[in-house]
Each structure stands twice: as C-alpha cells, then as structure tokens.
C-alpha cells in the first residue's frame, strides 16, 4: 500500500514570506535526493479555513517501510534543521491507500 504524509505549518509571526517560499521549494527539492519519494506537491493555503496553517506539502512513499528511510534521510532532516526553529506549529498526518 502507498503511503501518504501531509504536514501542515504555521510559522512564527516574524518569518517572512520569502523564507516560508522557500521552505516550500525546498520540500519540493527533497525529490531529487531521497530516493523513497514518489510525488511530492507544496504550496500556500488560500481559504479562510486554514486555522493559521499556512503551507501544507504532500509526500507519496511506494510502502510504509519507507516513511523512517525518509523522515531520517540527511536531506530531510538537514531541512529539519533550517527551518524547524521558524515553525509555531506543525501538523503531520500520515496514511496508507
């Protein structure tokens, strides 16, 4: 079964927009560099009921064996590592179709 990984983030009040643009491009860039990742989408929330959840990414895996081969690939946790001090919040779900 595929599996899927939503996060959702709020970030900090005084992140600036360039920097939440480019946390997003960077999700999307961790597709070039581990191997686990089958799609991958990021972008900016635009309704009124995101409860101060700003951007959002998806992550398919190919199998459930592959979500701690991604969450502990250097690539990921090197975006950890930048940009986790910026986030209020963060929301993660993940599920298998």
Known sequence: MK?????LAKFKPEIT???KKQAAQ???????TIPQIKSV?????FTD?????EYGWVIELEKKEDLPLYANHQTHLD??????????????FDYEF
């Not at 599996?3 to 996060?7: D, M, N, P």
């Not at 009921?49 to 959840?53: D, I, N, V, W």
């Open 79 to 92: 975006f950890l590592a930048k940009y986790k001090p910026t986030f209020e919040d963060v929301l993660a």
């Open 3 to 7: 599996i899927v990984h939503i996060v």
């Open 26 to 32: 960077d999700i999307l860039n961790l597709k070039n």
């Open 49 to 53: 009921r995101g409860k101060g959840y």
């Open 17 to 19: 927009e360039q920097i």
């Open 41 to 45: 989408s990021s972008g900016k929330n």
